[in-house]
């Protein structure tokens, strides 16, 4: 059974660092890409980073470019996403997905199985 459980959400301040974790069960990282999403108060949701295996490429928007940063873990079947810089308009729900082939999807919706999100708060 595929199960993806995030954690290391929180509340900072603008500026500051969070690094969300997404232990993966149910399969062995290094066959499907792994990638987060994330929900906005109020927003759609909408896509922030991806890492396809085995080549371990990696796919940001353009609106965290820069600040975040995709990793893997194959000993800890764990995908991380690290967040420097926060802004106030990270703040969201940030939700791990599994596709079902090594390729990041085009957008989160084709992501076949989901965790159940991490809350993360920025504050001006």
């Known amino acids: 059974q595929v199960q993806l459980v995030e954690s290391g959400g929180g509340s900072v301040q603008a500026g500051g660092s969070l690094r969300l974790s997404c232990k993966a069960s149910?399969?062995?990282?290094?066959?499907?890409?792994l990638g987060w999403f994330r929900q906005a108060p109020g927003q759609e949701r909408e896509d922030v980073a991806c890492m396809s295996f085995p080549d371990s490429g990696t796919h940001y928007a353009d609106s965290v470019k820069g600040r975040f940063t995709i990793s893997s873990d194959t000993r800890e079947n764990t995908v991380y996403l690290q967040m420097d810089g926060l802004k106030p308009e990270d703040t969201g729900i940030y939700t791990c997905g599994r596709a079902d082939t090594w390729m990041c999807p085009a957008r989160w919706p084709d992501y076949k199985y989901w965790g159940r999100g991490a809350e993360v708060t920025v504050s001006p």
């Open positions: 149910g399969f062995l990282l290094g066959f499907y890409a």
